[in-house]
Antibody
Framework: EVQLVQSGAEVKKPGESLKISCKGS????????IGWVRQMPGKGLEWMGM????????RYSPSFEGQVTIAADRSITTAYLQWSSLKASDTAMYYC????????????WGQGTVVTVSS | EVVMTQSPATLSVSLGERATLSCRAS??????LAWYQQKPGQAPRLLMD???TRATGVPARFSGSGSGTAFTLTISSVQSEDSAVYYC??????????FGPGTKLE
């Protein structure tokens, strides 16, 4: 069964750095785009960006470019979302999701990682 | 960038009734449109892609239609387990692929 398992909840202070992870299993990790989606408390889904692990092609939403970094390690079939300096406004649930072949449609989702940024 | 809108924001229907949810794109996206269902405390779930192709395991009471800029998700006979927020998303040409703001089905 195709699965994406995300790292656990994080509590951080403003200005701290953070990297959360998303491990894929039971599929050819290199061959499918993986995306990241933000959901702020009580709000809707926001498309952040996506990575093709096979060649590390990365596409960001203009709203998130420069604010986060998306990466992947093919050797351990894991994608990452990272921040160099967190803000309180980064408090949210973050989902990773595997795309269908061809990209774009999120067919399998991770369970989500809650990130709380508070002084 | 294509902007997605959805209406209504909230839809209240009785059990067994038909529910019709709308999604509009600010420019044509062909049939490159997906629908997702999100229940409280859960990750979203893919319902439909290609505007009208049900994902694996999605009940037949869910159907999708539309192309270009106007799309509809229809639930023919609403069940209690259908209470959720429904999001549309386009995936036309190059990213970003934004979601609509969602419709809450009560």
């Amino acid at each position: 069964e195709v699965q994406l398992v995300q790292s656990g909840a994080e509590v951080k202070k403003p200005g701290e750095s953070l990297k959360i992870s998303c491990k894929g299993s039971d599929y050819s990790f290199d061959d499918y785009w993986i995306g990241w989606v933000r959901q702020m408390p009580g709000k809707g889904l926001e498309w952040m960006g996506m990575i093709y692990p096979g060649d590390s092609d990365i596409r960001y939403s203009p709203s998130f470019e420069g604010q986060v970094t998306i990466a992947a390690d093919r050797s351990i079939t894991t994608a990452y979302l990272q921040w160099s300096s967190l803000k309180a406004s980064d408090t949210a649930m973050y989902y990773c999701a595997k795309c269908t072949r061809g990209g774009g449609v999120f067919e399998v989702w991770g369970q989500g990682t809650v990130v709380t940024v508070s002084s | 960038e294509v902007v997605m809108t959805q209406s209504p924001a909230t839809l209240s229907v009785s059990l067994g009734e038909r529910a019709t949810l709308s999604c509009r794109a600010s420019q044509s996206v062909g049939t490159n449109l997906a629908w997702y269902q999100q229940k409280p405390g859960q990750a979203p779930r893919l319902l439909m892609d290609g505007a009208s192709t049900r994902a694996t395991g999605v009940p037949a009471r869910f159907s999708g239609s539309g192309s270009g800029t106007a799309f509809t998700l229809t639930i023919s006979s609403v069940q209690s387990e259908d209470s959720a927020v429904y999001y549309c998303q386009h995936y036309y040409q190059w990213p970003p692929y934004p979601f609509g703001p969602g419709t809450k089905l009560e």
